[in-house]
């Protein structure tokens, strides 16, 4: 099991990867593409980070559910960054790795935290 430090710590690194990727993106994504993508990759540790700030195991599963669905929301967005031109096959399969390892974290941790919430 991971603690909540632990896949916050995670997605923020990944927050970070996804910043510096997107500063190359040319100026006229600024306002579409750039900003979605950041804004879906800060979501994911910041969602974490409410949840576990939240008064029970039901609500703080909540907030991982929304942080999981930022996290594919964002790997949508790099697929659709790449087949734009926009980043590199390489970039873009570098960051999905990381992704994915999140997205298992966050699904894991939610489910362990709902089953010890039931019993």
């Given at each position: 099991m991971h603690s909540f430090k632990d896949l916050?710590?995670?997605?923020?690194?990944?927050?970070k990867v996804v910043y510096e990727t997107t500063a190359?993106?040319?100026?006229n994504e600024r306002y579409g593409l750039t900003s979605?993508?950041?804004?879906?990759?800060?979501?994911?540790?910041?969602?974490i980070a409410e949840g576990a700030g939240r008064n029970s195991a039901k609500e703080f599963a909540q907030f991982l559910s929304i942080a999981l669905g930022s996290a594919f929301e964002l790997e949508t967005q790099l697929i659709l960054a790449n087949s734009f031109g926009l980043i590199s096959k390489a970039s873009l399969e570098s960051i999905l790795q990381q992704l994915e390892q999140i997205q298992k974290m966050i699904y894991s941790f939610k489910n362990s935290i709902l089953k010890k919430s039931i019993i």
């Amino acid at each position: 099991m991971h603690s909540f430090k632990d896949l916050k710590i995670c997605s923020m690194e990944l927050a970070k990867v996804v910043y510096e990727t997107t500063a190359n993106f040319p100026a006229n994504e600024r306002y579409g593409l750039t900003s979605q993508i950041n804004r879906a990759a800060v979501s994911v540790p910041s969602n974490i980070a409410e949840g576990a700030g939240r008064n029970s195991a039901k609500e703080f599963a909540q907030f991982l559910s929304i942080a999981l669905g930022s996290a594919f929301e964002l790997e949508t967005q790099l697929i659709l960054a790449n087949s734009f031109g926009l980043i590199s096959k390489a970039s873009l399969e570098s960051i999905l790795q990381q992704l994915e390892q999140i997205q298992k974290m966050i699904y894991s941790f939610k489910n362990s935290i709902l089953k010890k919430s039931i019993i």
